[in-house]
T-cell receptor, first 115, second 109 residues
Framework: DSGVTQTPKHLITATGQRVTLRCSPR?????VYWYQQSLDQGLQFLIQ???????AKGNILERFSAQQFPDLHSELNLSSLELGDSALYFC??????????????FGPGTRLTVL | AQRVTQPEKLLSVFKGAPVELKCNYS??????LFWYVQYSRQRLQLLLR??SRESIKGFTADLNKGETSFHLKKPFAQEEDSAMYYC???????????FGTGTRLQVTL
């Protein structure tokens, strides 16, 4: 599958814990975006990386961080988890550096449940 | 503040009936506008964007700058159109998408 992949599919953890979500972009895509989808907030942009560098930040909490590695995969780290962090986390990738005409291709998402 | 509004949470239509999914935006500058669709148990995928002026799966969307709207339309709904639809403007060099709350389209026989 040459599309965007995300692991794990599901994650169940407890409050106060730390988790890492992983995303592999489409082959050739240099930009990675992270989005959070929750029932009360809808789909929100968190952060974007391009070729290893942070390019844009959205509504990302300080407890959350991300990085993009030399092989272009990205990880989203969520720490000191709270019940309200339970959500579906999507990764998307695109070819170029954030051109507004760029199409973003989404992964299947990771469903995080914090108990 | 930049905002996108999809006023209908759920739109239920009969097969063969016309469909219009509403989207209004409030943005400074000239955003580029997208419609994304999420079918049941599938990932979000691009349906169409206004600059391409294409018709995808029979859907079209006209940008009305005066009304700041980008409504999605289809003349004859099909069962397979049942899905969640998101309007998403993108601005700035980061191309980040700001999603509306989405409208669930339900096409019934």
């Amino acid at each position: 599958d040459s599309g965007v992949t995300q692991t794990p599919k599901h994650l169940i953890t407890a409050t106060g814990q730390r988790v890492t979500l992983r995303c592999s972009p489409r082959s050739g895509d240099l930009s990675v975006y992270w989005y959070q989808q929750s029932l009360d907030q809808g789909l929100q942009f968190l952060i974007q990386y391009y070729n290893g560098e942070e390019r844009a930040k959205g509504n990302i909490l300080e407890r959350f961080s991300a990085q993009q590695f030399p092989d272009l995969h990205s990880e989203l780290n969520l720490s000191s988890l709270e019940l309200g962090d339970s959500a579906l986390y999507f990764c998307a990738s695109s070819v170029r550096q954030g051109m507004t005409t760029d199409t973003q291709y989404f992964g299947p998402g990771t469903r995080l449940t914090v108990l | 503040a930049q905002r996108v509004t999809q006023p209908e949470k759920l739109l239920s239509v009969f097969k063969g009936a016309p469909v219009e999914l509403k989207c209004n935006y409030s943005y400074s500058g000239s955003p580029e506008l997208f419609w994304y669709v999420q079918y049941s148990r599938q990932r979000l995928q691009l349906l169409l964007r206004h600059i391409s002026r294409e018709s995808i799966k029979g859907f079209t969307a006209d940008l009305n700058k005066g009304e700041t709207s980008f409504h999605l339309k289809k003349p004859f709904a099909q069962e397979e159109d049942s899905a969640m639809y998101y309007c998403a403007p993108a601005t700035g060099t980061a191309s980040k998408l700001t999603f509306g709350t989405g409208t669930r389209l339900q096409v019934t026989l």
